[in-house]
């Protein structure tokens, strides 16, 4: 027995599960991994639930991935993750410079992650194009894919081969927002009232698509009309259709190639590449770029 009395036992770790859904709670988490439902059990540091980095116990985000751990302005958990099980992925965004240098790496945990301003599991603050919760990123048999959740600036995806253009698709080009319409074939003409034949130009004979230069309010700036037989060449000093006060623009950027009725957009392996805004799911593959706001991020995949 020692002169100063028995030795101070050390506390035992426990953990407690969850009152709602029985989850083993991870002590330092105010919210159940396993339901996202309050337990108000926040004590000392513990590990980021996105990343499982060791985190302070007044950590507002996670140094390693960003991922918010307070509370938001609804006392709500400013991420969607906590509702399912965590599971690493091992994919990732990674954000890049305008020279395609790394600036941030971002992995993807569970099978849904969302990307936005704020209330999201991927978060950029600082950017004022995004929308709080703006895109989201889901696994699906081992596929991932790119969903836009509504969001004012759109989503956007770059494209690695020939793309075959929709009525209603909008492109990215450089700093230029264009929307591509289809018009339909014209009909016959109409009968002349006399013998006497009506002048006009002759070359190209018919339009049957254009693409519209849009301004930030949506009011068209310029048109470029489409024809059938016809390939336009965009960029910012060779082309068809030239914009020579945008610096985000190479030389020549993109061809609109015309196949029969259809046309189709090529990346002239330009500097800043073509986008297509999203407005379905679409498949990504390792290494497929996109911008979501004004970040471009490339997507890892193993």
Known sequence: MSLFGSAPKKPVATTTGCPTC????????????????????????????????????????CS???????????????????HAPVVDTGARLIRL????????????????????????DITFS?????????????????????????????????????HKLEDGEHLYIGSQILLFRRLGYPGPNPPEADATRRLGSLTPSADIANLSQLRSDGSVRDMMHLSPGRNVNIGRDQGDWIFSYDPSMSGL??????????????????????????RKEVEL??????????????????
Do not use: M
């Not at 330092?28 to 590990?47: E, H, I, K």
């Not at 410079?97 to 209330?119: F, K, N, W, Y």
């Open 64 to 82: 390693e991935c960003g991922y918010g751990l307070e509370s938001g302005a609804r006392g709500e958990r400013r991420t969607s993750a906590l």
């Open 253 to 278: 950027h993109a061809q609109i190639q015309s196949h029969d009725a259809d046309f189709v957009i090529v990346d002239a392996e330009s500097r800043n590449g073509v986008a297509i805004k999203v």
């Open 126 to 162: 600082d950017d004022p194009y995004l929308s709080p919760q703006h895109a989201e990123l889901i696994f699906r048999d081992s596929v991932l894919y790119l969903r836009d959740l509504g969001s004012r600036n759109g989503t956007w995806y770059f494209i690695e081969e020939p």
């Open 285 to 302: 593959r390792n290494d497929s770029r996109i911008l979501i706001g004004d970040k471009t991020l490339r997507v890892e995949i193993p």
């Open 22 to 61: 029985g989850t083993e709670l991870t002590p330092g988490l105010p919210y159940c991994p396993g339901c996202g439902s309050r337990t108000d059990r926040v004590t000392g540091p513990a590990n980021c639930p996105k990343c499982r980095e060791s985190v302070g116990s007044t950590a507002k985000f």
């Open 97 to 120: 410079d305008e020279a395609g240098t790394q600036l941030s790496s971002h992995p993807l945990v569970g099978e849904r992650t969302t990307i936005g301003r704020e209330d999201a």
